[in-house]
């Protein structure tokens, strides 16, 4: 049956692939299914061995190869790279358990069924790498940063880089050109590119970001690092999947978490890209490959066994190590026995050159679909279970869960916007935007101008995930309007803008921030912000002499913490020597996975030292108590570090 050539035409096959990306995964949830089983199924149905209606050609295979890349960046850039990092060590101890207990069951069957031992070696490089095809599952359920998932993460880059070098080892020797200076160049090639990945690309991008902003320009440019990279581990002699994993980590670490821009990024992936990728899977197995002779039965039942049995060896073996929970030692398991993305090319190559032959190439293939099917199956059923585990790893304070942004103008109040939505989002929380009008004799003047401003607020902060309220609200004045919205929306923060100058001398930071800040019971942060968020290097906590009251302390680094992680930078303590020894204490408490380090702040602090490192410091000033005591602690320092310092400045007060 010929291939029907009106879905061929390229608006019908558009439409064809957009529904079935949209109504496959409909059908397999109401099934209790995991969305992705339905659209590899629909992707059988209407492929050259199902209904015929689109082929697994140029088109399909092109948009499936940067489905895979956007798949391997997607789990770059959810891994916690704190995390990752203080668990590489396992992630290296994983990669080897799930590639060699694979490896070497595949060359044992590649004996059995009479293979020469180069074609054995090839058939156990297929079986040793993985897929995450079912990661999409663990995003959705929100536990990405647990730990089990970060190791199985890193342990893909491990199985996916061995597996393409035994495929090259295995080309070599056949074509009888095995020379030892190649694999010296690879490994050296591989070394640097990974080195400058992680280490030198980070820091180019916060430059980059630092001088150039807006989101289409910051959108394009996490688009041209993602497929520079892979393009770059493409030419070295690795997949490009191995690049595309390791330009996720690196963006991961260049902006804040939950940065709208990488949320834009991850939403044309995974809103078209990574379920093409998944179609196409589909499209290229033959589920009926097994019945054509008994043969191909028995190599199809040996090949599913060693690919099931050897992955869950290492996952039983390395939950035993680590002592991990069912849960997570299934999740494991689910998430690292799929086969496709290396095994599948490894199997066209092997089938080119005559080391396979059409009977195991099927048999493979089937077993490339049931892993397709089963891992998302475990992974649905049992990642739930590390719910529990992951917010017992992370604890949020509260300061941050509803924060009220009065605006007075959108466009020059970006950047307070922009750190109101990273805040918000580290407690799942909410922004308000609240914009106060005067009342005149009882007449409230420019509500239609206050309808538009606010109206401008959402397209500003860029992230449909979100939540916002816009707060009209009519006052005797903007302080009262500002504090009285406070109290009925149960505000735990309010975050106000401030241009760096007391308007008269007896204020302090100016008349309608005095009154805010002094008339609230809910903690107050006032920002001086002139640069984007996307571009800092670390945020920088000052605590001078009798700033704080050391019941106040635990809070302040609290804030600071979940400031630094949301952020995604490192946090710096210069503290006076009366406030070390605790600050040394609580640190060690709270930062967790998070890099911090505490210095003895030597006399009084000069704010022209803080200059060096202005546009990538974010500084931080607490606040205490009582307008009296905020004057006797800091005097005039923070008017002054407003006139010195070019970079973002935040006063953080605590009434009490």
């Known amino acids: 049956m010929p291939i029907i050539e009106g879905f061929q035409e390229p608006v019908a096959f558009f439409l064809l692939v957009m529904t079935i990306i949209l109504v496959t995964p409909l059908l397999s949830e109401r099934l209790h299914l995991p969305g992705i089983i339905g659209i590899i199924i629909g992707g059988i149905f209407i492929g050259p061995h199902g209904f015929r209606l689109l082929e697994a050609g140029d088109r399909m295979e092109f948009l499936s190869t940067i489905g895979l890349i956007y798949l391997m960046f997607n789990a770059g850039l959810e891994v916690d790279i704190h995390q990752f990092i203080r668990v590489r060590n396992r992630a290296f101890v994983f990669g080897l358990l799930t590639f060699f207990f694979p490896q070497i069951f595949g060359m044992g069957l590649g004996q059995l069924l009479g293979m020469d031992w180069l074609g054995s070696i090839l058939l156990g490089s297929a079986f040793a790498s993985h897929t995450l095809i079912a990661f999409p599952i663990l995003t ?52 640097i590119f990974i080195g400058l990945v992680l280490f030198a690309l980070p820091r180019l991008g916060k430059m980059f970001l630092q001088r150039f902003h807006g989101p289409a320009i910051e959108f394009q440019f996490v688009l041209v690092v993602l497929f520079v990279t892979a393009l770059t581990a493409e030419l070295i002699g690795v997949h490009e999947v191995v690049g595309a994993f390791l330009a996720g980590l690196a963006i991961n670490v260049t902006l804040p978490r939950h940065s709208p821009v990488s949320g834009h990024v991850l939403f044309v992936g995974e809103s078209f890209f990574i379920p093409v990728f998944l179609l196409y899977s589909g499209m290229i197995t033959d589920p009926l490959t097994f019945l054509k002779t008994p043969q191909t ?87 739930p279970g590390l719910l529990q585990a992951d917010d017992e790893a992370e604890t949020t304070p509260t300061l941050f869960s509803r924060i009220l942004v009065p605006i007075s103008d959108p466009q020059t109040q970006q950047y307070l916007l922009e750190l109101a939505s990273l805040l918000a989002k580290t407690s799942t929380g909410q922004v308000m935007a609240v914009n106060v009008i005067r009342s005149e004799h009882g007449r409230p003047q420019g509500t239609q101008e206050q ?172 606040g205490f108590g009582s307008r009296q005591r905020f004057l006797t602690s800091l005097g005039n320092l923070p008017e002054r570090l407003a006139a010195s310092f070019s970079g973002n400045l935040i006063i953080l007060h605590f009434d009490r």
């Open 297 to 383: 039965v028995l190599v199809a039942l040996g090949v599913t066994v060693v690919a099931y049995v050897s992955k869950w060896i290492a996952a039983w073996l390395t939950g035993r190590l680590f002592k991990y929970s069912r849960a997570e030692l299934l999740t494991t398991y689910g998430l690292s026995h799929a086969q496709a993305a290396v095994t599948i090319p490894t199997l066209v190559i092997g089938l080119q050159v005559g080391l396979f032959d059409t009977t195991l190439f099927n048999a493979a293939i089937l077993m490339i679909l049931l892993t397709s099917i089963t891992s998302p199956l475990i992974v649905q059923r049992f990642a």
């Open 451 to 622: 309808k538009a401003m606010l109206a401008r607020v959402p397209a500003l902060i860029s992230d449909p995930d979100n939540l916002i309220e816009l707060i009209p609200r009519l006052s005797t004045s903007y302080a009262q309007g500002i504090l009285h919205t406070s109290v009925e929306r149960n505000a735990s923060l309010i975050l106000i803008g401030w241009r760096g100058k007391r308007s008269v001398q007896q204020n302090v930071l100016g008349r309608v921030l005095d009154e805010v800040i002094w008339g609230s019971d809910t903690p107050v942060m006032i920002g001086k912000l002139s640069h984007s968020f996307n571009g800092m290097q670390r945020v920088l906590l000052l605590l001078p002499a009798a700033a704080l009251a050391r019941a106040a302390l635990r809070r302040v680094l609290e804030a600071n913490f979940t400031l630094a992680n949301a952020l995604n930078v490192p946090l710096h303590i210069l503290a006076d020597g009366s406030y070390l020894a605790q600050v040394n204490e609580l640190a060690a408490e709270l930062q967790g996975d998070s890099p911090c380090s505490v210095e003895r702040m030597i006399g009084a602090l000069r704010p022209n030292d803080l200059e060096k490192n202005a546009q990538g410091d974010l500084l931080v000033i607490p």
């Open 140 to 191: 959705h359920l929100g536990v990405t940063r647990n730990e089990a998932v970060a190791v199985t993460a890193g342990a893909t880059v491990l199985t996916d880089i061995g597996a393409f070098v035994i495929l090259a080892i295995v080309l070599g020797a056949k074509a009888g050109e095995l020379k030892i200076g190649y694999f010296v160049q690879l490994f050296t090639l591989l070394a």
